[in-house]
């Protein structure tokens, strides 16, 4: 096999950063219709599914698990709490810590949202195995980068 010509290196085509914004982009697109029944962006599904796993938590455990700071965690949070999905309260062993809770709304909602993965998997046109092999080939790159 011979090696890339330069030209080719610099085709547009041929990036992993236009092929990873144009895949992040379409799959927002394709969560959008899925998610507006449930009343919810991607970013506060995302929100939502950490919490389904485990609530109550801080801000902080929160925002680490979704990969972002807790600055930008926080208005996601907010909007949750507004909408009556969450609440958050200080922690009664640490009155410096905010934790973030589901509220009963916000617990009932899981049971709306289990059939999501399958409807994107349907719009997809891709199995679970499939769906697995390009997570677990992104959740690769995105631990090999450090910041």
């Known amino acids: 096999m011979t090696p890339p010509t330069t030209d080719e290196l610099l085709r547009l085509d041929n990036q992993l950063c236009f092929a990873l914004v144009t895949a992040a982009r379409n799959v927002v697109a394709i969560y959008r219709p899925i998610l507006e029944p449930l009343g919810l962006t991607h970013p506060q599904y995302l929100v939502m599914l950490a919490l389904w796993e485990q609530s109550p938590r801080s801000l902080r455990d ?86």
Do not use: C, H, N, Y
């Not at 949202?113 to 195995?129: H, K, S």
């Open 62 to 147: 929160l925002a680490t698990a979704l990969a972002m700071d807790p600055a930008t965690a926080s208005p996601l949070v907010k909007r949750l709490e507004a909408d009556g999905l969450i609440e958050r309260g200080r922690s009664a062993s640490d009155e410096r810590r905010l934790d973030i809770a589901l509220t009963p709304r916000g617990t009932a909602l899981r049971a709306r949202a289990i059939d999501v993965p399958r409807q994107v998997m349907a719009r997809l046109g891709m199995t679970i195995a499939e769906v697995e092999s390009v997570r677990d080939g992104l959740m690769r790159f995105a631990g090999a980068v450090e910041l």
